[in-house]
């Protein structure tokens, strides 16, 4: 059961700890799909905690006083600095050549 006021460090322990189980092989098919399964709904529970969480961050910025300013930080702003930064495989941003 998935409680709305756990903790996401809690939440995401609860996850290790499945996939530490399902890995070892330790559990029977049934209960491997039931941890699964717990594992998906975790995954779910932690996915909206980050969604919430990545709609409060606040980028900080220095007005030309050089006193901090805070504004709501976009998730386009993101991406448009995640465009501009090289691509780490090939550095360059261009496609290799072979």
């Given at each position: 059961?998935?409680?709305?006021n756990?903790?996401f460090?809690d939440e995401m322990?609860d ?12 559990l029977a ?6 941890a699964f399964?717990r594992?998906?709904?975790l995954v779910?529970s932690l ?5 919430e ?5 606040e980028?900080l910025?220095?007005?030309a006083?050089g ?7 976009a ?14 495989r090939g550095?360059?941003?261009?496609e290799?050549?072979?």
């Open positions: 059961m998935a409680a709305k756990r903790k460090e322990k996850l290790e700890d499945i996939v530490a189980r399902i890995d070892s092989g330790e098919l049934e209960e491997s799909i039931a399964e594992g998906v709904a779910r996915n909206q905690k980050l969604d969480v990545e709609r409060k961050v980028l910025t220095r007005n006083q006193e901090l300013q805070s504004a709501p930080l998730v386009s702003e993101l991406d448009e600095k995640a465009a501009d930064t090289p691509s780490e550095g360059s941003g261009e290799p050549s072979f």
